[in-house]
Structures are given as C-alpha cells and as structure tokens.
C-alpha cells in the first residue's frame, strides 16, 4: 500500500513539474510581415508566387484604390509563374477564375486548388485599370509529399521566429513493472 501511494504522489509530482516546465512564455506583441501567398503541408496544390497584403482602410490608398477590395501584390518572385505572366508589385488581384478574392487567406486557397500545369484567370487591377491575367499555375518549390516523410522543423518561417522544440531524450522515464 505504502509503495502505490508513493508512486502515485511521485507521479502526481513528475507531472505537475512536467507541466510546468512547459507553461509558455508571455507573448509578445510583434508586426508581421505580410503573408508570404502560399503553403501547404502535402505541397499537390498550386503556386502563384507572389508576397501579397490583405487590403484594409489602412493601406487602400497604397494600391490607389478607392475602396477596399481585392489582395494587395508586395512583391513577386523571381521567376515564379506570377512573373512569367507579367503579375507586377503593387497590382491588386480581385478575382481568381471569377470568384472575388478578399484575403490573402482565400487567395491561397483558390490557388491551391488549382492543379499544377493548368491555366487561371485573375482579374487584377492595375493603375486603376482591370485586366485580366492568364498565368499558369506551377508546382510549389520546395515541398514534397508526407509519404516521403515527416516535415522537417525549421528555426523561423518567414523570418518569424518559432519556439524552440522540446528534447523529449531529457523527460523522465517512467517505467511500471508488472508484478
């Protein structure tokens, strides 16, 4: 009886300390870069290329609209499909295959709907003209499929710094024995 409850205030004590030691710090209030356009953990879907910005009340002015609408352009990679449609810093992108686009957010995903190699229809306004732009969508660099394996862990995803992982080699072992 004496050795049950000694494990159990042991275990209650690993626990709590376990549980402590893995409280996160405050968070900090820090401004984030705008959205790099898009990311997928399986990488099947499709790849504009762009750096885009939710258009808000606040930065309308910048893109020279005169309301707010649309997905802002910050900047396009070099040689993504983006470019090679002639996508340019600061168009707006309104409609993706005539379905309006207003965020950032919905951008990524009607992009990554699209399979790679297949043609979209953006609408983008550009010194306060609107244009349709046929770009064909590419495949995004860098990913590979989880049946290749698990993802690796990066330190920082656009420049944001993520916390550092725990070393589950340094946890303490429990063992139950069976008597």
């Given at each position: 009886?004496?050795?049950?409850?000694?494990?159990?205030?042991?275990?209650?004590?690993?626990?709590?300390?376990?549980?402590?030691?893995?409280?996160?710090?405050?968070?900090?209030?820090?401004?984030l870069?705008?959205?790099?356009?898009?990311?997928?953990?399986?990488?099947?879907?499709?790849?504009?290329?762009?750096?885009?910005?939710?258009?808000?009340?606040?930065?309308?002015?910048?893109?020279?609209?005169?309301?707010?609408?649309?997905?802002?352009?910050?900047?396009?990679?070099?040689?993504?499909?983006?470019?090679?449609?002639?996508?340019?810093?600061?168009?707006?992108?309104?409609?993706?295959?005539?379905?309006?686009?207003?965020?950032?957010?919905?951008?990524?995903?009607?992009?990554?709907?699209?399979a790679?190699?297949?043609?979209?229809r953006l609408?983008?306004?550009?010194?306060?003209?609107?244009?349709?732009?046929?770009?064909?969508?590419g495949?995004?660099p860098?990913?590979?499929?989880?049946?290749?394996?698990?993802?690796?862990?990066?330190?920082?995803?656009?420049?944001?710094?993520?916390?550092?992982?725990?070393?589950?080699?340094?946890?303490?072992?429990i063992?139950?024995?069976?008597?």
């Amino acid at each position: 009886m004496i050795h049950k409850s000694f494990a159990f205030i042991l275990f209650v004590l690993i626990g709590a300390g376990v549980g402590y030691s893995q409280t996160p710090e405050p968070k900090q209030e820090r401004e984030l870069a705008p959205r790099l356009f898009s990311f997928s953990l399986d990488g099947a879907g499709g790849y504009l290329g762009v750096q885009a910005e939710d258009v808000s009340k606040d930065n309308f002015n910048k893109f020279g609209l005169r309301e707010v609408k649309g997905v802002g352009v910050e900047s396009v990679v070099d040689g993504s499909p983006a470019q090679v449609a002639g996508l340019q810093k600061s168009d707006v992108i309104l409609k993706v295959n005539g379905e309006d686009v207003t965020s950032t957010r919905k951008l990524t995903r009607l992009v990554s709907e699209i399979a790679p190699d297949h043609q979209a229809r953006l609408t983008v306004l550009r010194n306060g003209a609107e244009r349709e732009v046929i770009v064909t969508v590419g495949k995004r660099p860098g990913m590979s499929s989880l049946a290749s394996g698990p993802p690796q862990w990066s330190e920082s995803i656009d420049g944001i710094e993520l916390p550092n992982m725990p070393n589950l080699k340094n946890l303490p072992r429990i063992e139950r024995r069976l008597a």
